[in-house]
């Protein structure tokens, strides 16, 4: 049998009129402690973004979802996020806020392969 790690994630929801609470989700982040992994696999869908509201900034959307792959692959494209593990990277990430892209709860699993299985929640829960 494979040996499975304990991995934690969270969706990724784009909320273009917080006032209004509706949201698209937009993503997930994955984090695997044993192994040190810590990923962000994003997806706009333009039309349901811009159905929830019309004016909505896509080009700034856009790029906060790659902020945070970025902040994810560590690196110079991190910024001061590039000095944290990838624990300490994910746990920002996760922190509340009340901007347009925002994560969801955080929720648990069993893997074998972490970067699979961000492909199989973009997969489940955003595309």
Known sequence: MTERDVFEYALLRVVPRV?????VNAGVLVYCRAQSFVAARTHLDEGKLLALDPGADVAGVRAALRAVESVCAGGAAAGQAALDDAGRRFRWLIAP???VVQPGPVHTGLTADPAAETER???????
């Open 19 to 23: 006032e209004r609470g509706e949201c």
């Open 97 to 99: 806020r009340s901007t």
């Open 121 to 127: 929640l973009l997969d489940l829960l955003v595309r």
